[in-house]
């Protein structure tokens, strides 16, 4: 069974870099036709996606995000990471790893449990 | 750059039907996911492809899309369908989420 786990520092101090990783086990990313994807959620707000990457490295941002956002993945260690640099207290959110579905459909179909991340004002 | 538009909030009582609604420029030419969330839990997707259900998603939730409207449709709505649900697409290689439906069974 595909598990998703995301880890990392719950707390992350303004104008610093939020670093990331998500585990996957049960499936090889590297043997996997799926991309990867990190998504956020704002306390009490939406769902804003973060960007997409392939285990060969082929990577979609969002726009918005784009100028301070990497992601990266490992396939030896079957983890990609996440890093969002110049923090705000805009910033703080659950970040959820995800499998996304690229091959025409577009879906996120199975989901970490997320991890909140805390950005002080 | 793309968007979806969600009503924030829908009311059902219980039994009855639920629609809830996701709005975009020709959003029937682009495939629809729709995921439910409950407090403290992660998404869920119950429907990908406009109408199509996961294995283990009731069959009272289906899904349908056209123009620019996709719609979520949950039959004999029960209480524990109350959660928020957002639609998603991809648009000029973006993922786009509408803002979320809090639908709330009374």
């Known amino acids: 069974q595909l598990q998703v786990q995301e880890s990392g520092p719950g707390l992350v101090k303004p104008s610093e870099t939020l670093s990331l990783t998500c585990t996957v086990s049960?499936?090889?990313?590297?043997?996997?036709?799926?991309?990867w994807g990190w998504i956020r959620q704002p306390p009490g707000k939406g769902l804003e996606w973060i960007g997409s990457?392939?285990?060969?490295?082929?990577?979609y941002y969002n726009p918005s995000l784009k100028s301070r956002v990497t992601i990266s993945v490992d396939t030896s260690k079957n983890q990609l990471s996440l890093k969002l640099s110049s923090v705000t207290a805009a910033d703080t959110a659950v970040y959820y790893c995800?499998?996304?579905?690229?091959?025409?459909?577009?879906?996120?179909?199975?989901w970490g449990q997320g991890t909140l991340v805390t950005v002080p004002s | 750059s793309y968007e979806l538009t969600q009503s924030p909030s829908v009311s059902v009582s219980p039994g009855q039907t639920a629609s809830i609604t996701c709005s975009g420029y020709k959003l029937g030419n682009k495939y629809t996911s729709w995921y439910q969330q409950k407090p403290g839990q992660s998404p869920l997707m119950i429907i990908y492809q406009d109408n199509k259900r996961p294995s283990g998603i009731p069959e009272r939730f289906s899904g349908s899309s056209s123009g620019n409207t996709g719609t979520l449709t949950i039959s004999g709505t029960q209480a524990m369908d109350e959660a928020d649900y957002y639609c998603q697409t991809w648009d000029s290689s973006t993922v786009v989420f509408g803002g979320g439906t809090k639908l709330t069974v009374l």
């Open positions: 995800a499998r996304h579905n690229l091959g025409g459909t577009y879906y996120f179909d199975y």
């Open positions: 049960g499936d090889s990313i590297s043997r996997s036709v799926y991309y």
């Open positions: 990457i392939y285990y060969s490295g082929s990577i």
